[in-house]
């Protein structure tokens, strides 16, 4: 088996732990206002705070200056293709131009994970019969794993992770919101240093004058830090070598040539211990990672007085 190992870094490290810190950060909207006081395109209420991630502000993507709402993220003029009173004849699709976007962009020194996004939604009588949500990892491509988490009849979910409003003549009260909708982003959000982007989409809406809202936005997730580290970059010169690259019968090697080692810990990018191996001592160690999944690894390497970590990437 041909494993491909990319993206190599060495850590020396102090402190052994690796923190983790869950958040749930809400975006809520209460400073979105409309009519003649509008906020414009872009959520004014202050964003969620968490350690270790920055939350971007809500913005409104091809839509006109001022929301339909006060409240709530709320516009008309989404994709056509319902007709009033009828459940069963759709011909719309998303409009890659019309979209709410937020991005959360991990602090320097952590990586950030998002377990899911859970959010409130709601339609006008004439407002868009499918929503889902897209991400940045494949330039807003594919839905992301959509579900409902609590249980609703009014909304359910379709192939290809659509989420939709099930009966056209249920008439929302004034105010009345629809619980449940939950994106479970997947490990493309997972151990990530990179800022991630998601765009929120609707469709489907039988008039122009429809309007879809969000409200109570909520980022599941944590942030890690490896405490007490210095970065520094993989080179010949580096402590430790891991080789061959590609791997061309699952296994790779990794040699020091003056530092002796007791032990190899694999952890994946959750943090989670993935495998723990003993070395006796020696200066080199064969490693076997043909049973790994694609993704991002932390290889622990503990000699006698410190410990080292390299970072590396199976891409096959």
Known sequence: MIKKLLSFSLIFIINQSINAQAFNGMYHFTGVMTGSAS??????TPPPTANGVTFGAFTANGFTASP??????????????????????????????????????????NTVTINSINFNMSRSAT?????????????????????IVTSNTNITTQAANQFFWA??????????????????????????????????????????????????????????????TKKIDYDLNSAFKIFPNPSKDGAVTIKSNNITFQAVEVYNALGQLVTRRKNEGNYQFKLDVSEFSKGAYFIKIISDEKVFTERIIITE
């Open 39 to 44: 906020t414009g395109t872009v959520d004014p």
């Open 68 to 109: 339909s709402a006060n409240g709530v993220f709320a516009w008309s003029a989404w994709p056509l293709g319902a007709t009033n009173g009828d459940d069963m004849n759709f011909s719309g699709a998303i409009d890659p131009a019309r979209y709410f976007e937020v991005t959360l962009t991990p602090n320097g020194g």
């Open 127 to 147: 407002g868009p019969r499918n929503w889902a949500v897209r991400g940045n990892a494949d330039t807003y491509a594919a839905n992301l794993q959509a579900s």
């Open 167 to 228: 009966l056209d003549s249920y008439t929302v009260t004034g105010g009345k919101q629809e619980v449940g909708s939950s994106i479970s982003p997947g490990t493309s959000y997972a151990g990530q240093t990179n800022p991630m982007t998601f765009r929120f989409y609707a469709w489907n809406a039988e008039g122009n004058a429809g309007t879809f809202r969000i409200d109570t936005v909520v980022f599941n997730g944590f942030t890690s830090v490896i405490a007490g």
